[in-house]
């Protein structure tokens, strides 16, 4: 627990020192360091000989993971809602992150304390993800990140807000009068959410352990790599069409097997003279495992399927998934277009010329003038490809690009007549 704290403050003050949208690289290395430690874990507890706890923390860490993804949905629809600045967006993750972790320490606890004095609450554990499962699948989109809930409209009513961002503050002066600023009410947002996820999320882990640690460890490692996920994956969920198909796969079979757990310990006077139930099929910690992971491939490659057939169907290049479009673009595609109107594929670097100027290399090699695209997309496209050290020299040679780049442009005018 002490490194795990320690991994989270050093994350933490990346984000308050230096705020900034990570570069594909860096969302890539985070998500494989925690994902790593995760494993590293597991292998711990079976190199102390305790296979069956390994075994319960993969199992938990993934389902907890794949539920997080839905996480994922509704914060991107909220930072969207809230225009929240791509520099603020880290901090503001960070944040939600912090309060989801202890929101569901807080419900950790008190479930653990519940389900050993009745065991029947395994019943309505059970019921309510299959409720949530089907509703998941066939019900109306869930829109609890889109629209305002309750508490944020009833601030909105009796507090003064101001559209206005402020860096990280929540509050700023404006002609004498105090205004609350959309970084609280973002962060309001994203925690009534994670106290929703939370109701979802731990039912489902005590399917497969009760033992408080584990569950806690398992929401804990699955919650970590989130703000970097939210990054590295972009606008790509929103393309992931059959995705929730699979999540909803997951929470059904996890209800039914809360349900059987529950009849296989039957303490209700009501239903077999309150003995347990013998002929109910006992589902086992690597069944569950299997589950998880068929639901979510099957709707991932079936989604990307989907997403190359379309791309084909209507000739947009957007909607290719390769290595060389790996990261979205400011547009919400995988390309930036130059004033000629040719496709330049991402990642993307800028460099310098022979002749002093500056020049566009895609993923594909293809080299164009940086004069040749417009300053704020080429701006934004470097700093979400391109690494710090890079940038900086980026920036020093953009201070006099315009001169350089209206030579060069000139020059191409000129070739061309």
């Excluded at 519940?114 to 089907?134: M, Q, T």
Aim: charged share 20%; with cysteine; proline share 3%.
């Amino acid at each position: 627990m002490a490194i795990l704290v320690a991994i989270l403050i050093f994350d933490l003050l990346i984000v308050v020192k230096r705020p900034h949208v990570p570069s594909m690289k860096e969302a890539t290395t985070w998500v494989g360091v925690y994902v790593g430690l995760a494993l590293v874990f597991a292998g711990v507890l079976w190199v102390m000989g305790d296979g069956v706890k390994a075994g319960e923390f993969v199992t938990g860490w993934l389902l907890e993971y794949s539920l997080s993804i839905d996480n994922l949905f509704v914060f991107i629809i909220i930072l969207s809602r809230f225009t929240v600045p791509k520099e603020m967006q880290q901090r503001v993750l960070m944040i939600g992150i912090m309060i989801a972790i202890v929101l569901r320490g807080i419900f950790i606890l008190v479930g653990v304390q519940i389900i050993e004095s009745f065991s029947w609450v395994f019943y309505i554990f059970g019921a309510y993800l299959v409720y949530v499962a089907w509703k998941q699948a066939f019900g109306d989109e869930d829109e609890s990140g889109e629209k305002d809930n309750l508490i944020v409209r009833l601030l909105k009513r009796r507090v003064n807000f101001t559209d206005q961002w402020n860096g990280g503050k929540t509050s700023m002066q404006i002609d004498g009068v105090k205004y609350f600023t959309p970084f609280l009410m973002v962060i309001i947002a994203l925690g009534t959410t994670d106290l929703l996820f939370a109701i979802d999320s731990i039912p489902a882990i005590f399917s497969v352990t009760t033992d408080p640690f584990l569950v806690f460890a398992c929401n804990i490692f699955a919650l970590m790599g989130l703000r970097q996920l939210y990054f590295l994956l972009g606008g790509l969920l929103d393309r992931l069409v059959y995705l929730h198909y699979g999540i909803a796969a997951i929470l059904a079979f996890i209800g039914v097997k809360l349900v059987f757990h529950a009849m296989e310990v039957n303490e209700l006077p009501f239903l077999n003279n309150g003995e347990p139930i013998e002929w109910v099929p006992h589902i086992e910690t690597w069944h569950s495992l299997i589950v998880i992971l068929a639901s979510m491939v099957i709707a991932t490659v079936a989604s990307l399927v989907r997403m190359r057939v379309a791309a084909k169907e209507t000739g947009d290049a957007s909607l290719h998934l390769g290595l060389s479009e790996a990261e979205l673009g400011a547009d919400g595609h995988y390309h930036i277009v130059d004033a000629t109107g040719t496709t330049f594929y991402r990642p993307l670097r800028v460099e310098s010329t022979h002749t002093g100027g500056l020049k566009v290399v895609d993923a594909k090699g293809k080299e164009a003038p940086a004069a040749d695209f417009h300053e704020d997309v080429l701006r934004e496209a470097a700093h979400e490809d391109m690494e710090p050290e890079a940038i900086d020299e980026v920036r020093r040679r953009l201070a006099e690009g315009h001169i350089l780049g209206e030579r060069e442009l000139d020059e191409r005018d000129d070739r061309n007549v």
